[in-house]
C-alpha cells in the first residue's frame, strides 16, 4: 500500500516553509521538495494541508491570503493525485529510481509526455488531472469525456476505424457530435451494450452548450500545451444558453407557506429551512455548510462556493426577524450546521411537499430547455430550493433601486447572465411610474 505525506521543512523562506513531499511503499522511501510554499500559521499537520481561515471581518488583506491559501490547497491535491496516477500506472515498482518521486513532482515526465503525440483520451485524461481547477468543474471534464467515448462507440457501429483525433476533430465532427447530444437517448435502445451503465442521457439546449463550452475548453488547453495546432471552434458558434424569466414567490405566499403547519415535523423543519433560504439568498450548496461561526454582527457572511476559485468575495447579507427567528429555533451546540439539514435531493422533493400541503399550487409557466417550448405546470411540482434564492432576489429587486446591491448580497458574479433574467422586473416598475403621469 502506497502512503503520500506532506510536511513543513525545518527552513524558513521569509515569513514561508517549503510543503515536502514522502512517499512509501513496499521497498519505496523517497522524499522531495514540492515547491510550494506556506505560512506555518495557516498549516494543519493533522490533516497535512492548508488550514482556511475563517476571520470574523474580511479585509483586501485576508481576502488575497484565503485566496492564495486555496490555490496551494488546490495544488496540493493535484500534487497527490498525480503521484498516485503515475506509481499506479508505472510499468514496474519505482524501486531502484532514486529520482522517480523528484521528476514526478516537479512533473518532467508531463513535460516528456507533452513533446509526443497523445491520443485523444489520453490527452483528455492529462486535461482532468492537470487542470487547476475546482473538484467539481474536474467533474464535469470527466462528464463530457464518458460522452465522447460514447460518441466514438455508436460511431464505429457504423465505420469500425473511426476514431477521435485531436488532429483531425473538424467543425464538421462538432456538428455530429452536437446532433449526438441532442438526439443521444436513442442510441441507448439501439446499443444497449453500450449504455448498461448509463442513466438518462436526454439533455436540453442548454446543457449541451454547456457541454461544447467544457469541449471547447478542453481544445484551448490542448492547443495552449503544444498537443495540437487544430482549432475546430474557431469556426463552430455555440448556442447560447436560453432561461426562461425566473420564477419566484411573493412574500406573501412566502409567508402562508412559513406559517402553514405541516403533516410532520421533518416537513415543518424543511419549510423552515427554506423559508430561511428564501431570507438569505445562498446557493444550497452554501446553505449546506453555515455554521454559527457564519453569524457576525447580526449577518451572515461567507464566501460563495461556485465562485472560490477565481472570485473569492465575501457575501454578507443581514439577517432579519425571520431569520434570527429560525436560528434560534434550531440553535443546537451539539450540531455543527447552522440547521438540521438533510440531504439536497430529499430536501428539494420535501420542499415540493411542503407547497402542496400549503396550497401553493397555482399555475405557472416555464421554459423547458428540452423542447425550447413553454409548459405549464402547478407551483408545486417546479419548488426547489433554487426558487428560495429566486425569491429572495425577485422580491428585493423589486423594491430597491440598485441591482448591483442586491448582486453583492446574492453572490452573482457581475454581468451574470442569471442575474439578468431579473430586470424583465425593470418594465413592471417603469409602467408604474409612467402611470403617476396620467
Known amino acids: 500500500m502506497a502512503t503520500i505525506y506532506f510536511s513543513l521543512s525545518a527552513k524558513k523562506v521569509g515569513r514561508k516553509k517549503q510543503i515536502m513531499v514522502r512517499f512509501g511503499a513496499t521497498g519505496i522511501n523517497q522524499r522531495a521538495k514540492s515547491g510550494l510554499y506556506v505560512d506555518e500559521a495557516y498549516w494543519d499537520d493533522i490533516l497535512q494541508t492548508v488550514a482556511i481561515p475563517k476571520p470574523r471581518l474580511f479585509t483586501d488583506e485576508i481576502i488575497a491570503t484565503i485566496k492564495e491559501l486555496r490555490e ?37 515526465e508531463e513535460k516528456f509526455v507533452n513533446e509526443e503525440q497523445l491520443d485523444f483520451f489520453e490527452a483528455w485524461d492529462a486535461f482532468i488531472r492537470l487542470k487547476q481547477v475546482s473538484p467539481k468543474r474536474k467533474q464535469m471534464f470527466a462528464v463530457v469525456r464518458n460522452i465522447l467515448t460514447r460518441f466514438e462507440k455508436v460511431r464505429r457501429m457504423k465505420d ?100 402553514h403547519e405541516m403533516s410532520t415535523e421533518s416537513l415543518n423543519q424543511v419549510r423552515d429551512i427554506f423559508v430561511f433560504q428564501c431570507c438569505i439568498g445562498c446557493r444550497v450548496s452554501d446553505l449546506l455548510k453555515l455554521t454559527t461561526a457564519n453569524i457576525i454582527d447580526g449577518a451572515i457572511e461567507y464566501i460563495a462556493g461556485k465562485t472560490a476559485d477565481d472570485r473569492p468575495e465575501t457575501v454578507r447579507v443581514p439577517l432579519n426577524s425571520i431569520a434570527n427567528a429560525i436560528i434560534k ?6 450540531r455543527v450546521a447552522l440547521l438540521p439539514f438533510i440531504s439536497e435531493q430529499r430536501y428539494n422533493a420535501n420542499i415540493k411537499t411542503c407547497f402542496k400541503e400549503a396550497g401553493l399550487t397555482r399555475t405557472i409557466t416555464v421554459y423547458d430547455s428540452r423542447t425550447g417550448k413553454d409548459k405549464r405546470m402547478p407551483l408545486c411540482d417546479y419548488a426547489s430550493s433554487h426558487m428560495a434564492r429566486r425569491t429572495f432576489v425577485g422580491n428585493l429587486y423589486q423594491q430597491v433601486q440598485d441591482p448591483n446591491l442586491i448582486a453583492s448580497m446574492s453572490g452573482h458574479v457581475e454581468g451574470s447572465k442569471a442575474f439578468a433574467r431579473y430586470r424583465h422586473i425593470d418594465e413592471d416598475l417603469k409602467r408604474k411610474t409612467v402611470s403617476l403621469l396620467e
Do not use: M
Not at 429555533?329 to 451539539?334: A, G, I, L, N, V
Open 329 to 334: 429555533k434550531y440553535k443546537d451546540k451539539k
Open 160 to 259: 469500425e476505424r473511426f476514431t477521435l483525433s485531436l488532429t483531425n476533430f473538424s467543425p464538421v465532427l462538432l456538428s455530429e457530435f452536437e446532433l449526438f447530444l441532442r438526439d443521444e437517448s436513442k442510441y441507448a435502445d439501439k446499443y444497449p451494450h453500450i449504455y448498461k451503465n448509463e442513466r438518462d442521457v436526454s439533455r436540453g439546449q442548454n446543457t449541451i452548450s454547456c457541454r461544447l463550452q467544457v469541449f471547447r475548453a478542453f481544445f484551448n488547453w490542448a492547443i495552449n500545451n503544444n498537443l495540437t495546432d487544430n482549432t475546430p471552434f474557431k469556426k463552430y458558434k455555440i448556442k447560447p444558453e436560453i432561461y426562461g424569466t425566473p420564477i419566484y414567490i411573493s412574500k406573501e405566499e412566502r409567508d402562508i407557506l412559513y406559517h
Open 72 to 108: 496551494v490547497e488546490a495544488q496540493l491535491r493535484e500534487l497527490r493525485i498525480r503521484i498516485e496516477d503515475a506509481y499506479t500506472n508505472a510499468p514496474s515498482a519505482p524501486l531502484h529510481d532514486k529520482e522517480w518521486l523528484k521528476r514526478i513532482v516537479s512533473n518532467e
